[in-house]
């Protein structure tokens, strides 16, 4: 097969493995209602089980990453789905809050964490030239977007049509898909594109431990998924509690995932042009800015769309430009792991935005102490990134 052919296969399979696995995890938030009224279930029950699989999907995601960059992403993301499948088909049957901690946090959480997009994505920048790996970046992630632009509306047909508990059967089924994509990527775990073959994995992450950038852009990322996990989870029923039809969030979810295409893919090709970190530090003062405006404003059903339409532009737009400074700092060998590192501090931000958006509502019957917390931590996060040294390392001639 000609090298053409081979880097348009991965490319494919890598960009479909993103848009199921990100598309199916982003529906999650439109089970929130029915699954709660139908079980006599608090939001904060429902809240603790996506908020687990957030922190688990965090937890597991750099060890996935280490097995990828040790024996290759094929086999990973194949294992992967079949767990994640497993997950979603017992949060379907679950029938105490303790038994859908355990399969749609721990299960679930571990299955999309085997399955990340981040995976796909260390796969296809290998195959490709250095000059086009922040464009991969960027059409890797918006791929995913997709995801979630037909997902969101499949999901919510599929609760109006048959109730949430056959959705979710249905939603189990479709994740297998994954198992035959894994299989046509490439299990190359080195190739000779500049990588560090002579580093062991202690060694690069005792290397990115010891650089400051690494650590801001870890505590930056973790606001990320403060904002992105709050609103894929919440949103939906915060839009129902201000009297809007059901159907307003999920269009207003799909809506993300589309306009989330857009800034992907711009966020790719800005971030291989000019400075990634000034990117971030604008990207996350938008999100303040956006964030304050939808509490100023009133909640009417054209400003829902609009607020979802701007956080689309600026919701994974994130993701190339972060995985783009670990790939232009540190080099692509242990990619999958370090990015997962630092994946971790996001999923750490998205277990308190999911698991406090629950909790502080039932407490106080509101999400605005959260949405003004998401101000906050936008402006921080600004700030956070522009600091950080985006220069190639230069590799100490003895590593400890």
Request: aromatic share 12%; charged share 10%.
């Amino acid at each position: 097969m000609p090298n053409w052919q081979k880097v348009a296969m991965v490319m494919v399979a890598g960009c479909l493995i993103s848009l199921v696995g990100y598309g199916v995890r982003s529906s999650f938030g439109l089970f929130l209602s029915p699954m709660t009224i139908d079980q006599d279930w608090s939001r904060e029950t429902f809240a603790l089980a996506l908020a687990l699989q957030n922190l688990l999907w965090g937890v597991a995601l750099p060890i996935a990453g280490a097995l990828a960059d040790r024996y290759g992403p094929r086999y990973v993301l194949a294992g992967g789905a079949a767990i994640y499948a497993l997950g979603v088909w017992g949060m379907a049957e679950a029938e105490s809050p303790s038994l859908l901690h355990l399969a749609g946090g721990i299960a679930v959480g571990t299955g999309v964490a085997f399955t990340a997009f981040s995976l796909a994505l260390a796969a296809m920048v290998r195959v490709v030239s250095p000059g086009r790996r922040s464009l991969v970046l960027g059409v890797g992630t918006a791929a995913g977007s997709l995801g979630q632009v037909v997902f969101s509306p499949v999901a919510q047909g599929f609760i109006g049509a048959y109730g949430w508990h056959t959705a979710l059967l249905l939603l189990a089924a479709i994740t297998l898909v994954i198992i035959p994509l894994a299989c046509a990527l490439s299990n190359t775990v080195a190739a000779s594109q500049g990588l560090t073959t002579d580093q062991t994995l202690r060694q690069a992450l005792s290397e990115a431990r010891d650089h400051r950038g690494y650590i801001l852009l870890t505590a930056g990322f973790f606001v990320c998924g403060f904002h992105v996990a709050f609103v894929t989870v919440h949103f939906p029923a915060y839009v129902q509690d201000l009297g809007l039809a059901p159907f307003v969030g999920a269009i207003a979810i799909s809506l993300i995932g589309l306009f989330n295409i857009i800034g992907s893919f711009a966020s790719g090709v800005f971030g291989q042009r000019w400075s990634k970190k000034y990117g971030l530090a604008g990207i996350y003062s938008l999100r303040a800015l956006a964030i304050l405006l939808l509490l100023i404003f009133p909640k009417t059903e054209l400003a829902i769309y609009v607020f979802a339409s701007v956080m689309g532009l600026l919701w994974l737009s994130t993701v190339p430009l972060t995985v783009g400074i670990v790939e232009k700092v540190f080099g692509v060998r242990y990619l999958a792991t370090l990015f997962g590192v630092v994946f971790l501090s996001h999923q750490i931000g998205g277990f308190l935005g999911v698991w406090l958006g629950g909790y502080l509502y039932d407490r106080i019957g509101s999400y605005d102490a959260i949405w003004w917390a998401g101000v906050a931590f936008g402006v921080a996060a600004a700030i956070v990134h522009l600091p950080i040294n985006e220069k190639p390392l230069t590799r100490r001639a003895a590593m400890g």
